[in-house]
């Protein structure tokens, strides 16, 4: 059983320019999040999905940010107009659901903006 | 204003030695809490987590935390520490359900767990 699988696990990208951030739930999981972690921080959490719903956003920033969980495929972060301080690991987590499912995490995608 | 504390930014033990990684939260109510761990260039991995019942919750690994509600602190335990166990370490805590997201969780800053042979 595949875990959560991230792609791509490095992303460079130019100032101004479009980032998309792909996140494949394992298995049997239809509750997705998205978290950030900053250098030398822990995780913050961004964004709370189920299919075709965005739950939960408090944690998004209010402008570039966006993210979806389509009915068929993977949910994709999107950062348009990427600036420096953008730079960071972000991780999907996926869960089955229910009150205390632990979260299952993908390896991260790590954003570099130059 | 909500949080969870991670009071040592690293922690030192000898191999076979008893560990300790703290862990303090201020969160309304009676959150659930969990312990994750990070390698380098990974996700995090579950460790285990604390809902209700005994206070010592045994997880992963041979981790153990120890809740304990009078002094808001959930720190993680191990009796003899191998040098595979060094990693970053992360404390968590998430509300309890209802209309609750249950899945976002706060995170501590992390404590990395150096264990020498």
């Known amino acids: 059983n595949a875990g959560v699988m991230q792609n791509p696990r490095h992303l460079v990208r130019r100032r101004g320019q479009e980032a998309r951030l792909r996140c494949s739930p394992m298995k049997g999981h239809s509750h997705v999040y998205w978290y950030r972690q900053l250098p030398e921080e822990g995780l913050k959490f961004m964004v709370y999905l189920q299919k075709e719903n965005i739950i939960d956003e408090s944690g998004m920033p209010k402008e570039r940010f966006s993210a979806e969980f389509p009915k068929e495929g993977p949910s994709i972060l999107r950062i348009q107009q990427v600036v420096r301080g953008d730079s960071a690991a972000y991780f999907c987590?996926?869960?089955?659901?229910?009150?205390?499912?632990?979260?299952?995490f993908g390896n991260g995608t790590r954003l570099t903006v130059t | 204003a909500q949080s969870v504390a991670q009071p040592e930014d690293q922690v030192n033990v000898a191999e076979g030695n008893p560990l300790t990684v703290k862990c303090t939260y201020s969160?309304?109510?009676?959150?659930?809490l969990f312990w994750y761990v990070q390698y380098p260039n990974r996700g995090l991995q579950f460790l285990l987590k604390?809902?209700?019942?005994?206070?010592l919750v045994k997880g992963s690994y041979g981790f153990e935390a120890e809740f304990n509600k009078s002094q808001t602190s959930f720190h993680l335990k191990k009796p003899s520490a191998l040098v595979s166990d060094s990693a970053l370490y992360f404390c968590a805590v998430s509300h309890r359900g209802g209309s609750s997201n249950t899945g976002k969780l706060i995170f501590g800053q992390g404590t990395t767990l150096q264990v020498k042979p």
């Open positions: 969160v309304s109510g009676n959150p659930y």
């Open positions: 604390y809902i209700t019942g005994d206070n």
């Open positions: 987590a996926s869960s089955p659901g229910g009150d205390n499912s632990p979260l299952h």
